[in-house]
């Protein structure tokens, strides 16, 4: 019987051994793309509407952050469904017009949604983006780990 190595043992691996096979990739769908303030519905009775788009200036506190304009999407979610949704499993993304990325932050006014929302509940958040461009060119797309399907929100 071997002695039990330490913690800090540079011989220990990182992680546990994968004990079953990766899951396989599941393709996505945008959705039909809406308009600010026009709901869309990721099929599963979850209902995304992006009620503005605002030009705000953030500050950067975080690694990778940067400070200056930015985006604040404003977020509603309603859960039309018969079950709970986590809302931890939503993702919120932005991109310009030539559809390249733009880097989150996480200060105010961003407030991400969390928690569980009870079937007939609605809930709303603030994602934040630095914005190098136009306000008026922003896509956002909104995801939820329940459905393939997503959100594409357009000017």
Not at 36 to 64: K, S
Not at 100 to 121: K, R
């Amino acid at each position: 019987m071997s002695e039990p190595r330490a913690v800090d043992d540079p011989d220990e691996p990182l992680s546990p051994p994968a004990t079953s096979a990766p899951a396989a990739p599941v393709d996505t769908e945008p959705l039909e793309p809406v308009s600010v303030d026009e709901p869309a519905d990721f099929g599963n009775g979850l209902v995304a509407v992006v009620t503005e788009i605002q030009a705000v200036e953030v500050e950067a506190a975080r690694l990778g952050e940067t400070a200056g304009p930015a985006a604040a999407v404003h977020l509603d979610v309603h859960n039309e469904s018969d079950a709970a949704l986590d809302l931890a499993g939503l993702a919120v993304n932005a991109s310009d017009k030539e559809g390249i990325p733009l880097v989150p932050n996480f200060m105010p006014p961003a407030e991400a949604l969390s928690g569980v929302l009870e079937p007939g509940d609605s809930a709303a958040g603030v994602y934040v983006f630095r914005l190098a461009g136009d306000i008026d060119a922003v896509t956002v797309q909104v995801h939820h780990n329940t459905t393939p399907n997503f959100v594409v929100i357009q000017p």
